[in-house]
């Protein structure tokens, strides 16, 4: 998807300002494992989300990364709108604190202050603004009942089809996905009450998982149709 300059000005902006930080500040805070991601969604000029995570969990925040940069271009249209006046709104700049688990088995929060270091004060690179803040268990993500009854159906499909790795990567991306609105929507509209955030997050989820599988399958069984037509 095409990046529009704006986007590309706030991500140079955000990325040249955590390079600029004194180089002690710098040292100290890699030492200690802290590292940095910047993602967009899709080519939406913001909000632009921060990712902060430890060095042991990059693999994680590459498929964080990995869903908000791609797979939420892939997600039906009318998914991406449900959450386009919510976007609008939300702060320039979004930290996303990313952890393995949290003590209170939440998935995720919203938090009121910004706790990372570098973007807990306003400052002109990323608008002049308060940036947002959340934090995302990624272990409860993994082991979340979502939609108990029709992913336990979609895992039998795939199965048959030993694509059940692949489907699950997916599946864990599109939660992460969800999660990120979820929380964004909570940050935006504070005085929202959570069954509606949550059901809003919720058609986003089950309807995206919907549209992957649909799409997964068609492919699937043309493969199969193909290896048969082989053996005939
Ligand atoms: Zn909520």
Redesign the pocket.
Known sequence: MATDPETSNLRAAVEQYLAARPALVRWRQWLAGRRYRVANLGGRAHPLFAIAFQFRDGKRAAELTQALEHDWTEVPAKCREAYDEILFQAPKLVVIQLHRTNVCKCLAHRHVAVREGPFAMPHDAFGGDHAGEMDIAYERVKTWQALPLSETALDAKFLEGSRLEEFHAEQFRLRLLSIVL??TN?LVQPGEP?TS??ERSMAFYREALAAYTENAIATLSFTIDRSFSRLG
């Open positions: 979820h929380e909570h959570e955030i949550r």
